[in-house]
């Protein structure tokens, strides 16, 4: 009977807790999160690259899409994951990358550490050598990060909300 008391209290006690919660982000039952807005992306290289577009994350670091659209709405390129698989859809054109980070630097220039960005989009500080995340306006819905290391200089900037 103690056993059974036990039991149930700490069951009652686990669901308080996770009443109390507030998610990060919507999600499904797979974990996946989505987030829209713009980003713009500068690389300091000779001569300065620029990149920005219109876009819709969806999914999670191990399988999930982006969305790049121009801000007349025509679409820029559409990137998919999964394990084993990192396609990149341009136009009538797909193209097949070994990993994701591959797939990320051939459509925008530069190799965003994407797994940290779902983290940083929720508002956490995930730490990627050679990046400074600055979080201080998550909440409303600002993020920049900039990568010093390795060289050309990058940063990003991304106004978001949660779809």
Excluded: Y
Excluded at 1 to 6: I, Y
Excluded at 129 to 150: C, F, M
Excluded at 152 to 159: C, E, G, H, M, T
């Amino acid at each position: 009977m103690n056993r059974r008391l036990a039991l149930s209290a700490g069951c009652a006690g686990v669901l308080l807790l996770a009443g109390c919660a507030s998610p990060v982000g919507p999600t499904s039952a797979t974990g996946a999160e989505a987030w829209s807005g713009r980003l713009s992306l500068r690389i300091d290289s000779e001569p300065v690259q620029t990149f920005s577009a219109l876009f819709e994350l969806r999914g999670a670091p191990r399988a999930g899409e982006l969305t790049l659209t121009s801000p007349i709405g025509s679409t820029l390129a559409q990137l998919h994951w999964s394990p084993g698989e990192a396609l990149l859809k341009d136009g009538s054109k797909t193209r097949r990358f070994d990993s994701l980070d591959a797939l990320i630097e051939a459509a925008t220039g530069a190799a965003i550490p994407v797994a940290a960005l779902f983290g940083w989009l929720a508002g956490r500080e995930e730490r990627v050598p050679g990046w400074r995340p600055d979080l201080s306006q998550i909440g409303t819905g600002r993020l920049q990060a900039t990568r010093d290391a390795p060289q050309p200089r990058a940063d990003l900037r991304i106004v978001f909300e949660r779809a």
